[in-house]
């Protein structure tokens, strides 16, 4: 036995440990052991792992001389997994790097592993694996599938060597990977029970570990891959087999397998009729010749992708048997729900890198102020998030949510070099003109007045209109507000809606009631659905400022409310039917709604004939988001523009609410009617089809007990629409419409 | 309508831009800090572009770009893949009788910051000693004559003499931007990569025919750095990859993808496509190329509308002939497949477009010359190839 022993006296030798297994490779063998001659760095020793070897492997290791400490360890073919664990165990040094036998190492390598090593693990962290690209040899006139592979390996080497890249348990490969010899132990090494797919395994491991997992880009080594076609088809039932391992030894990381995604076509028959498979799969083999002879790249690697998928499944079924068996089998994956960790970018990068890099989730929902930016999801199979992988995210998948929120949440500190002096490509936030309208409801405006100057916003104004008011109470708390004040001395909320427009300084106008409260985030919200320029009105969500008596309940949850949902709708009048156009209440409600100037001035202005305080109370908004909608325009309810509303207390309040609103519905109907703009067909159907069952059929329910609602109100509605005629009539009469 | 061309940088715009008399429009190659972004034709009145919101109607024109440009400076982000040891270069411009041109192409080599590249000039066949001149009188050009007549011999010829790793080609009719060889040298850190071109713009459009040029053969693809390989891309179509005006390749392409065809490209009866041809035998190689928009190199525009329409005719012959040599050397069983694709999908709608005088079309000259030129190109070839073997066999006899 020559084994030249230099550790004593070279002192240049890194306590790294080499451990090659290998299995009737001498040729391939000797290269690589050549190439860890020429090492700039030696390590410690080389442990090679005969495999069932018979062509003279450890003989020829024996008899010949290395300048580096060789251990041979010859033990019965057992598997390329037990081979590296029995390795493992004879090795003496810190750090153990797993080459394969078909790897040929740059003289740099083993000195870049141990670089990389050099930088501890981060705390709580068990140690660091650290991959190094094993890129396929060149070789001329390869054919498709060669060309593939390659490009495979080299994209997959390409993407690690990335910035922020998020590493997975596929990540994990054990042709050039090196890791301390403790955290091996610590986990329990290769499972050896596995024939394929081991590193994936050890992989999974070392994450479920809290290990790290780190990339080399400069130890390279090459891999002379000697499979074929069909040795990659019998390695893709290998994988199956593998994966099926891998799955039921690790159910968490189920999603990310392959096989998660279930059987195509061609895998289906994999399961019921093997033989039968097998023998299209050998005639598809064929064809595929036959498709690269013709030069049809694409044609061919949609048929290499279908029959490697037959393959693996065929793989998948041998191990799992049935098709329940794989349905139980991927029944055991946990429920993805994981808490994600919320994180203000407002903060700054900087911040938030170092919630990430001290939180490790595994998952982030990003917000900007109070916008949603995005989220990067919990993945099973990867590691936890650090804060290198924030700014990747944001550069690269949520770039455009980015830059609708920065205008309005302000760029954020610590990012890029010099923030301020960039000049902003982007549209800042427009102007914005608010306008409440108000009639002897000092207290409520108080509030509702309080709530608009909290608003986060950079460029807006408050108007009240103060609508024929009873003494100055208005007046007075409106001098003591920044707030403009305005009087509109002829009664109607609508007459006090165009005053407030013709008031308004800036394009957009947005209004609110004096009984309701905005979000701070209202304006913004209003404004990022405007910056769509065609969107020409802007509905939000009304919730409930509070739920404290049975009127304000009933209100809210058992009538709906006047909230529209949450969802954000865009109403255009090609995409809707007349039905649609004519129920036009779905589409939002005069306390939270915004239009730009050109179309108010186009669209003509609210019609004061609807107006609350008249005895057509109240339909004012919808006959102007009515008149939007069918004048081509489009109206965007956006619920993310939020408003509370002060619900009606008293059951009697609440009744005469609910009156008016069928009233003000019924004004509004025959409104239409008279305009003739919708066909009058249509209205008729529309009232008699749809609005009288529902107004009935709540009674009818009422009476039988089955509604929510105390009849009495229930009743409210038809009574109000029951008045509709008269109050038109009336509206119209007094001349109130000029 | 004679336009302006401009290079404006966002961070330093004037007020508006004086002293365009002379022209109608202003075409701007749009700068974000010195990178370029985007490009814009903007009206010129009274001798005045952009008076109101210069910087508005460019940050328009620049778009999408731009804006992802401005967000990742403001994270901090650096989008390209790291760059690795820059490889040694030699520039080589390959030229034929245009000591003029050349006079502006070498000046502006010599304005390229000095990181130790090379300048080779080949001169194809020369009829008279001034290019010899031209070369002598700049101190670091080395001269080398090659008197086999074709640009793709003249591109092999650079490639046997360079003594730097990569070659980066420039037309002898263009002017690259100082900023020129370190881009396109920045994509080669990924191995697998053996080609980057870059974006050519007009140097100049005073005339019909350099705008008529720039609107239908336009060499521009765009401000997005793009890698192309097999997967992605079929490598029968290398049109829009780039054009052999403005590219770098390794040297060890010569033994692992093969020289460029000596058949092909001007100075022989093929006119064109030698460039596309080695794209395409890249590609099929399992390599990549990388367009590289920041490597900006301005080029002069044929003047008159007869070069125009016998570019057009080259390139139809250059496009065909090189599919005929993909097709005959190379076993690309698919070539059939492809030009009729092409046929289809684009030349016959821009004959049918032209046909009915739709705004904006080609004219029809020059649609009918592409289209003579794609009936003449496989002939071409094999014409051209009796050529070179004739020429080669001439070499070969002893003297």
Known sequence: ?738 | MPTAVLDLDLRELPDGLDGLDAYDRAFVLIRWRGRPVGQAVLPVTGGRAGTEGLRETLIEAAGWPLRERWLHDHLGWDAAPPAGPRPSATVAVCTRDRPEDLRACLAALMRLPDDGQEILVVDNCPASGETERLAASHGRVRYVREDRPGLDVARNRALREARGEVVAFTDDDAAPDPGWLRALLAGFGDRQVLCVTGLTLPAELETAAQEGFERYGGFGRGFTRTAFDSRSHDPLVTGGIGAGVNMAVRRSVLHEIGPFDEALDAGTPTRSGGDHELFTRILAAGYRIVYEPEAINWHRHRRTWEELRATLYGYGVGVYAAWTRSLLVEGELSVPAAAWGWFLHGQLRRLAVSLLRRPGSMPLDLVMAELRGCAAGPFAYLRSRRRVSAHLRAEARPA
């Not at chain 1, 300048?67 to 997994?81: H, M, N, S």
């Not at chain 1, 994209?155 to 042709?175: Q, S």
């Not at chain 1, 404004?527 to 802007?538: G, T, Y």
């Not at chain 1, 209100?555 to 995409?575: D, V």
């Open chain 1, 1 to 738: 036995m020559s084994v030249v022993d230099l550790s004593a006296i070279d002192l240049s030798v890194i306590d790294l440990s080499v451990i090659i297994p290998t299995h009737e490779r001498r040729r391939s063998l000797e290269r690589t052991l050549t190439a860890l001659s020429a090492q700039t760095s030696r390590p410690l020793e080389v442990v090679v792992v005969a495999d069932g070897c018979t062509d003279g492997t450890a003989d020829w290791l024996r008899s010949t001389e290395w300048p580096f400490a060789l251990r041979i360890v010859e033990q019965p073919a057992a598997g390329a997994a037990a081979a590296r664990n029995a390795g493992a165990r004879r090795a003496r040094g810190g750090l153990l790097l797993f080459l394969d036998d078909d790897v040929e190492p740059t003289p740099e390598l083993i000195a870049a592993h141990a670089e990389a090593h050099r930088e501890g693990p981060g705390p709580g962290e068990p140690g660091k694996a650290v991959a190094g690209p094993a890129l396929p040899a060149v070789e001329s006139g390869a054919g498709f599938f060669r060309l593939g592979q390659r490009a495979w390996w080299f994209e997959l080497f390409r993407e690690m060597g990335r910035a922020g890249h998020r590493f997975t348990y596929g990540d994990v490969l054990t042709g050039n990977l090196s890791l301390p010899a403790a955290l091996f132990t610590r986990i329990g090494g290769f499972d050896p029970g596995l024939r394929c797919r081991e590193d994936f395994e050890l992989g999974a491991r070392l994450l479920a570990a809290g290990a790290a997992l780190a990339f080399a880009p400069r130890a390279v080594a090459c891999h002379f891959d000697g499979t074929d076609l069909d040795g990659s088809l019998r390695r893709a039932r290998e994988e199956g087999r593998g994966d099926v391992a891998i799955g039921a030894r690790h159910p968490d990381l189920l999603p990310a397998l392959e096989l998660s995604r279930g059987p195509s076509t061609l895998g289906g028959i994999a399961f019921g009729l093997p033989a039968l498979g097998d023998r299209i799969a050998a005639v598809v083999r064929r064809g595929l010749d036959a498709l690269e002879a013709a030069r049809l790249r694409r044609p061919w690697r949609g048929l290499y992708g279908a029959l490697r998928g037959y393959w693996y499944w065929r793989g998948v079924a041998s191990e799992v048997g049935t098709r329940r068996a794989l349905r139980d089998l991927l029944g055991k994956a946990p429920s993805m729900d994981r808490e994600e960790l919320r994180i203000d970018l407002r903060a700054g990068i900087a911040e938030a890198e170092a919630i990430l890099d001290r939180e490790r989730p595994h998952g982030v929902r990003l917000l900007h102020g109070g916008q949603e930016i995005g989220s990067i999801p919990c993945r099973p199979g990867a590691e936890p998030l650090r804060g290198i992988h924030l700014r990747r995210v944001l550069a690269e998948r949520l770039p455009v949510p980015l830059l609708r929120a920065l205008p309005f949440e302000g760029p954020f500190p610590g990012a890029g070099p010099e923030p301020a002096a960039l000049p902003h490509p982007l549209p800042q936030p427009p102007p914005i003109s608010v306008v409440v309208c108000t009639r002897d409801r000092t207290a409520l405006l108080e509030r509702c007045l309080r709530s608009l100057l909290a608003l986060e916003y950079p460029a807006y104004e408050v108007i009240v209109v103060d609508n024929a008011p009873r003494d100055d109470a208005t007046a007075r708390l409106a001098a003591a507000l920044p707030v403009r004040y305005v009087r509109e001395p002829r009664p109607g909320l609508d007459r006090a809606r165009n005053r407030g427009i013709a008031e308004a300084r800036h394009d957009l106008i947005a209004f609110t009631d004096d009984d309701a409260r905005a979000d701070p985030g209202w304006l913004s919200a209003l404004a990022r659905a405007f910056a769509d320029p065609e969107v020409a009105a802007v509905t939000g969500l009304v919730a409930p400022a509070e739920l404290e008596t049975p009127a304000q309940e009933y209100f809210e949850l058992a009538y709906g409310g006047m909230g529209k949902g949450r969802r954000p709708r865009t109403f255009r009048r090609e995409r809707m039917k007349p039905g649609e156009l004519l129920a036009i209440q779905a589409a939002g409600v005069g306390a939270n709604m915004a239009f730009r100037r050109a179309v108010l001035a186009a669209a003509g202005g609210f019609d004061p004939a609807l107006d609350v305080g008249t005895p057509a109370s109240g339909g004012g908004d919808l006959d102007m988001f009515h008149r939007v909608v069918a004048g081509g325009w489009t109206l965007r309810y956006e619920p993310a523009a939020l408003v509370w509303h002060q619900h009606r207390r008293e059951m009697a309040a609440l009744f005469r609410q609910l009156r008016d609103d069928g009233r003000s519905f019924g004004v509004y109907l025959i409104k239409r009617w008279r305009e003739g703009e919708v066909p009058r067909s249509e209205v008729a159907r529309f009232a008699l089809l749809r609005w009288c069952p529902w107004l009935a059929g709540r009674i009818v329910l009422g009476l039988l007990g089955r509604h929510s609602m105390p009849p009495r109100l229930l009743w409210a509605n038809l009574w109000g629409a029951l008045h509709a005629p008269w109050a038109y009539v009336a509206t119209h009469r007094d001349g109130r419409h000029d």
